[in-house]
T-cell receptor, first 111, second 112 residues
Framework: SQQGEEDPQALSIQEGENATMNCSYK?????LQWYRQNSGRGLVHLIL?????REKHSGRLRVTLDTSKKSSSLLITASRAADTASYFC???????????FGAGTRLTVKP | DAGVTQSPTHLIKTRGQHVTLRCSPI?????VSWYQQVLGQGPQFIFQ???????GRGNFPDRFSARQFPNYSSELNVNALLLGDSALYLC???????????FGPGTRLLVL
């Protein structure tokens, strides 16, 4: 079963704008990760945030984690057409051996 | 260094047949996980193997099985294929800390 739920399901913005995607999950976690997928291909790891961290940056990416609300957000600043892809959050459950993915947010960045 | 490789890239089978999908992890990675991704959904965990032992299993029927070889490559087997098994099958490898997983390009399976 899916653990994370991304919101919105789809997002369309203009190049240069910021894109924000949200993820909610249900159970306690060790960490939360964001992945990107282009056109049904393999997933590319973007960033990992641990349960004891609240915010993390990587280039144009900013991730926040609120464990009290069981939610995370991914912000992509100054978006580019090449950022067009599906973005998934994945939770590494406490004392488990699998990662649970949400259904993803499909981001379209128009040039 | 080569990333995770999977074969074949595409496969067409008919209902009732069986299929074997293969995965080679990144060199030095001893953990391999398998995921099923149905169109429009996120990946769903099937199996994780570490050092040839099954470490985790998702909510999939016994028609799904897997194994890991001494060189840490892995096979996913699906018996008695159903139409609903049509999906992208993703393999991911990781170091023993199991945090970041590195995904292969996937095998797209179509069951007719």
């Amino acid at each position: 079963s899916q653990q994370g739920e991304e919101d919105p399901q789809a997002l369309s913005i203009q190049e240069g704008e910021n894109a924000t995607m949200n993820c909610s999950y249900k159970t306690s976690i060790n960490n939360l990760q964001w992945y990107r997928q282009n056109s049904g291909r393999g997933l590319v790891h973007l960033i990992l945030i641990r349960s004891n961290e609240r915010e993390k940056h990587s280039g144009r990416l900013r991730v926040t984690l609120d464990t009290s609300k069981k939610s995370s957000s991914l912000l992509i600043t100054a978006s580019r057409a090449a950022d067009t892809a599906s973005y998934f959050c994945a939770t590494d459950l406490d004392n488990n051996n699998d990662m649970r993915f949400g259904a993803g947010t499909r981001l379209t960045v128009k040039p | 260094d080569a990333g995770v490789t999977q074969s074949p890239t595409h496969l067409i089978k008919t209902r009732g047949q069986h299929v074997t999908l293969r995965c080679s992890p990144i060199s030095g990675h001893k953990s391999v996980s398998w995921y099923q991704q149905v169109l429009g959904q996120g990946p769903q965990f099937i199996f994780q193997y570490y050092e040839k032992e099954e470490r985790g299993r998702g909510n999939f029927p016994d028609r799904f099985s897997a194994r890991q070889f001494p060189n840490y490559s892995s096979e996913l087997n699906v018996n008695a294929l159903l139409l609903g098994d049509s999906a992208l099958y993703l393999c991911a490898s990781s170091l023993p800390s199991k945090e970041t997983q590195y995904f292969g390009p996937g095998t797209r399976l179509l069951v007719l």
